[in-house]
């Protein structure tokens, strides 16, 4: 189909040859949307995307939500690493909204914020966002006007950017969107802003967890024969700590594609925006099956004591004799990077005592409303020394690139892995190494618990010339 693959399979058929041991249908439970490409060039992947109001079924009852293409999530929009992808947005939502690629190096004007890349597109207008998809890995899409109302509300998708030469020998492979909803009996949305003040700061997440918009879904397998996991986080505030009934997860990428080596955990946090490739080798047998569950994670006071551990979903086992899997590796020569000749840039996050029974989240002593852009020039390489100093763990977000971790030693943390959204513990110091290239434009950053960013948590950096815009989030 495409060039790449087309010599691929004339120089290596041995690499292209993994094998699959999935049963027939072994994903049906998880089947995400895909749309059709309309454009006829292998290398263009062209479709159309719509945000509307739709009934969707959830957990046995119809909820009015807002979606991308009528569904929760939005399809799965699939390219290969260097493609160009077009995509006709048209909002038929009541209220304006934009589309922002989480996590792509898109050019500023196609990064979906209203005023610092595109106005708002309101109700019955269409935007067309076009770009080159640069780095292979799991991106994803959602909007970013009144985001934890509209993210919440439904509208999310994954944007799953193929690499075929990436070696990781796994075909079995699924993409699963985790997310929460919350609606009452008669179906109707938990509203934004239910709680008030305490609900922003604790972070609403929805009562039913979702994956890829179903209640404990069923994924079949073959005792002990490897799967490819591609999951990201696209709920609002929820963090999802992920264990398989104490079973290892073989970590291989991050968010911004394969990583240096792999890694073995039994747990596995995935915080708000992250994104995580995993191998696992389920096991067990015919009529035990085997669940998936997110358990309490403290991401704050009270963030364990009025929560419960939840079922996710759950994998039942074919009778075939169990496969004995050989370990996958993985190899990613990233470049290590120094932080020799970088600029510092300080970067504190508090929440002040509440005034006049409201609180906001500050970076800087100032929230979102009134502060001032950052700035960095084109190619700068920057050393972001982000201090957490509130009682809340902040999943830390930067538009537009990449970063690196590096520990206090001022050394890169290994494996090696290109992020875009880090948790930053509470009452935690870290660093991450950015190099900014030569994209200009006012960047956001922010933290991907939403409800904390609508409550002041983001910022901007002014990259190489322009001048900074005003900033459109208004106090909510
Ligand atoms: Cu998922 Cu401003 O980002
Ligand atoms: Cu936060």
């Given at each position: 189909m495409r060039l790449i693959t087309v010599l691929l399979l004339c120089l290596a058929p041995i690499a292209a040859a993994a094998q699959s041991f999935a049963p027939a249908r072994w994903a049906d439970g998880v089947k995400l949307t895909e749309l059709t490409d309309r454009n006829p060039d292998p290398r263009i992947v062209e479709i159309d995307l719509t945000a509307k109001l739709a009934d969707v079924q959830i957990d046995g009852k119809t909820v009015h939500a807002w979606t991308y293409e009528g569904g929760i999530p939005g399809p799965l929009i699939k390219t290969q690493v260097g493609d160009r992808l077009i995509v006709h947005f048209k909002n038929e939502l009541e209220e304006p909204t934009t589309v922002h690629w989480h996590g792509v190096r898109v050019p500023i004007e196609m990064?979906?914020?209203?005023?610092?890349?595109?106005?708002d597109v309101k109700k019955g207008e269409s935007f067309t966002y076009d770009f080159v998809v640069r780095d292979a890995g799991l991106y994803w899409y959602h909007p970013h006007v009144m985001s934890a109302a509209q993210v919440g509300y439904g509208l999310y998708g994954a944007l799953l950017v193929e690499d075929p030469a990436d070696g990781v020998n796994v075909e079995d492979q699924v993409t699963l969107v985790l997310s929460d909803i919350g609606f009452d009996a008669k179906g109707r949305l938990e509203p934004a802003d239910s709680g008030g003040s305490a609900g922003m700061v604790f972070g609403r997440e929805g009562d039913y967890v979702l994956v890829n918009g179903r209640r404990r879904p069923v994924l079949h397998a073959r005792p002990g024969a490897p799967q490819r996991w591609r999951i990201?986080?696209?709920?609002?505030?929820r963090f999802f700590y992920l264990d398989l009934d104490g079973q290892p997860f073989t970590v291989i990428g991050a968010d911004g594609g394969i990583q240096e080596r792999s890694i073995t955990t039994d747990i596995l946090l995935i915080t708000p925006g992250e994104r995580v490739d995993v191998i696992v080798n389920p096991k067990g047998k015919a009529g035990a099956p085997l669940t998936l569950r997110a358990m309490l994670y403290n991401r704050g006071y009270g963030s364990v004591e009025y929560r419960s551990v939840e079922d996710v979903l759950t994998i039942e086992f074919t009778k075939e004799t169990p496969i004995v899997a050989k370990p996958v590796t993985i190899a990613r020569s990233l470049p290590v990077p120094s932080i020799e000749g970088a600029t510092k840039v300080d970067v504190v996050l508090t929440l002040p005592p509440m005034k006049d029974n409201k609180s906001e989240f500050q970076v800087n002593g100032v929230p979102f409303w009134k502060a001032k852009p950052y700035a960095a020039r084109l190619g700068e390489k920057q050393l972001w020394i982000v201090k957490n100093d509130s009682d809340w763990d902040h999943p830390f977000h930067l538009h537009g690139f990449f970063f690196q971790v590096i520990d206090e030693k001022g050394e890169p943390v290994r494996p090696l892995a290109l992020k875009d959204t880090v948790n930053i513990p509470m009452k935690t110091t870290m660093r991450l190494l950015v190099s900014f290239d030569e994209r200009p434009g006012q960047w956001m950053f922010h933290c991907h618990i939403l409800d904390h960013a609508d409550g002041g948590l983001m910022g901007t950096v002014q990259v190489g010339p322009g001048t900074p815009q005003g900033h459109t989030h208004k106090m909510p």
């Amino acid at each position: 189909m495409r060039l790449i693959t087309v010599l691929l399979l004339c120089l290596a058929p041995i690499a292209a040859a993994a094998q699959s041991f999935a049963p027939a249908r072994w994903a049906d439970g998880v089947k995400l949307t895909e749309l059709t490409d309309r454009n006829p060039d292998p290398r263009i992947v062209e479709i159309d995307l719509t945000a509307k109001l739709a009934d969707v079924q959830i957990d046995g009852k119809t909820v009015h939500a807002w979606t991308y293409e009528g569904g929760i999530p939005g399809p799965l929009i699939k390219t290969q690493v260097g493609d160009r992808l077009i995509v006709h947005f048209k909002n038929e939502l009541e209220e304006p909204t934009t589309v922002h690629w989480h996590g792509v190096r898109v050019p500023i004007e196609m990064d979906g914020v209203p005023e610092l890349s595109q106005p708002d597109v309101k109700k019955g207008e269409s935007f067309t966002y076009d770009f080159v998809v640069r780095d292979a890995g799991l991106y994803w899409y959602h909007p970013h006007v009144m985001s934890a109302a509209q993210v919440g509300y439904g509208l999310y998708g994954a944007l799953l950017v193929e690499d075929p030469a990436d070696g990781v020998n796994v075909e079995d492979q699924v993409t699963l969107v985790l997310s929460d909803i919350g609606f009452d009996a008669k179906g109707r949305l938990e509203p934004a802003d239910s709680g008030g003040s305490a609900g922003m700061v604790f972070g609403r997440e929805g009562d039913y967890v979702l994956v890829n918009g179903r209640r404990r879904p069923v994924l079949h397998a073959r005792p002990g024969a490897p799967q490819r996991w591609r999951i990201v986080n696209a709920a609002k505030s929820r963090f999802f700590y992920l264990d398989l009934d104490g079973q290892p997860f073989t970590v291989i990428g991050a968010d911004g594609g394969i990583q240096e080596r792999s890694i073995t955990t039994d747990i596995l946090l995935i915080t708000p925006g992250e994104r995580v490739d995993v191998i696992v080798n389920p096991k067990g047998k015919a009529g035990a099956p085997l669940t998936l569950r997110a358990m309490l994670y403290n991401r704050g006071y009270g963030s364990v004591e009025y929560r419960s551990v939840e079922d996710v979903l759950t994998i039942e086992f074919t009778k075939e004799t169990p496969i004995v899997a050989k370990p996958v590796t993985i190899a990613r020569s990233l470049p290590v990077p120094s932080i020799e000749g970088a600029t510092k840039v300080d970067v504190v996050l508090t929440l002040p005592p509440m005034k006049d029974n409201k609180s906001e989240f500050q970076v800087n002593g100032v929230p979102f409303w009134k502060a001032k852009p950052y700035a960095a020039r084109l190619g700068e390489k920057q050393l972001w020394i982000v201090k957490n100093d509130s009682d809340w763990d902040h999943p830390f977000h930067l538009h537009g690139f990449f970063f690196q971790v590096i520990d206090e030693k001022g050394e890169p943390v290994r494996p090696l892995a290109l992020k875009d959204t880090v948790n930053i513990p509470m009452k935690t110091t870290m660093r991450l190494l950015v190099s900014f290239d030569e994209r200009p434009g006012q960047w956001m950053f922010h933290c991907h618990i939403l409800d904390h960013a609508d409550g002041g948590l983001m910022g901007t950096v002014q990259v190489g010339p322009g001048t900074p815009q005003g900033h459109t989030h208004k106090m909510p």
